[in-house]
């Protein structure tokens, strides 16, 4: 297949060098030519130390390079997306599959990053989401991830594009799951960061993974998710690997900021796109919009946008009132 990957950060090309690998002939996109130009040149990328970018990988900044591509894969940060399908909608072959591989939600609309690719372009998207560090796919360390579209037949296109030995790619109708299951853990590893930078321990770790997942369970089943998706790669496997591992920008920012450093410098030293701190703000409306309670989610809001102070968030958090972990049915007999 000829594949487009629009966003040349560390996700973006490591998908690209997965899908070289598998026998595609792939173009990586840079938004700024000078980028493009430097990644052609020197065949490395900041993002992803250490790799080397196959010399048969193709560079371009031009949208119009979509033109005549059998797939194109969105992988701009989540501020980006809409701008960027916006640009290549008119080069977007009639037959084309697309794919959108970025987490968040945006923040003025509440929309998944599938639902704005779809706006802008018109066609069905397959969302790509699971526990993937982009260091990790770029090295062909064993990774799994799902492909949701609720057209079975472009979800397999994307299933047999992407998979091979090192990346075991799984299929789901569930696009509503996978990606807020997406979005929302880089909000929890924002807070399992915060909580390290405080000096918690593993048990604190533990009660606000747990408890995340159950808010994103309560907010995805409002929105029309299968409470399943949520156990499966895209939910809890997600979340562990984001809140545990060093690799999770989320998460080294939430460090920072349990340390003590300002949000917005603690982003700044990060040197990367910190999503989380912009999905905590639109999960928070949509929490409120739909009427879920997502106290984490609100503290984390708080914290991130109103200052409020980390440690007195956390001890508001464990004071809350007495509640049933969930509502078992043998007490309703």
């Not at 899908?19 to 493009?36: D, F, I, K, P, R």
Request: proline share 3%; aromatic share 6%; glycine share 10%.
């Amino acid at each position: 297949m000829k594949i487009l990957v629009a966003g040349s950060g560390g996700w973006g090309t490591a998908l690209a060098i997965r899908l070289l690998q598998n026998g595609h002939t792939v173009t990586l996109w840079s938004y700024c030519a000078q980028e493009s130009e430097q990644l052609a040149a020197t065949c490395q990328n900041p993002f992803l130390p250490g790799v080397a970018l196959p010399k048969e990988l193709c560079f371009t900044s031009e949208p119009f390079a979509a033109q005549g591509m059998d797939m194109v894969v969105f992988a701009t940060p989540s501020f980006a997306v809409r701008s960027t399908a916006k640009a290549f909608a008119p080069y977007l072959r009639e037959d084309a599959v697309i794919v959108s591989v970025t987490k968040g939600i945006e923040e003025e609309t509440g929309l998944r990053m599938s639902e704005l690719v779809e706006q802008e372009t018109g066609k069905i998207v397959v969302a790509l989401s699971g526990p993937s560090h982009a260091e990790e796919v770029s090295r062909g360390i064993p990774t799994g991830v799902v492909a949701a579209c609720a057209d079975k037949e472009l979800a397999e296109a994307v299933q047999t594009a992407f998979m091979c030995e090192r990346l075991r790619v799984y299929t789901s109708p569930d696009t509503v799951g996978v990606e807020l299951g997406a979005a929302h853990k880089n909000v929890i590893a924002l807070c399992a960061g915060i909580c390290d930078g405080l000096g918690y321990g593993d048990n604190t770790k533990a009660l606000l993974m747990t408890r995340g997942l159950a808010e994103l369970a309560r907010l995805g089943m409002a929105l029309g998710a299968s409470r399943e998706t949520f156990a499966g790669l895209a939910g809890v496997g997600d979340l562990i690997v984001t809140c545990t591992s060093m690799h999770s920008r989320n998460r080294r920012a939430g460090i920072l900021i349990g340390q003590g450093v300002g949000v917005q410098e603690a982003m700044k030293q990060v040197g990367a796109v910190v999503e989380g701190y912009y999905a905590a703000r639109a999960a928070w409306k949509l929490a409120e919009k739909h009427g879920v309670e997502m106290p984490i989610t609100k503290a984390a809001y708080e914290v991130l946008y109103e200052n409020r102070d980390p440690r007195e968030a956390i001890h508001t958090l464990m004071e809350r009132q007495k509640t049933a972990e969930a509502a078992y049915s043998d007490w309703a007999r």
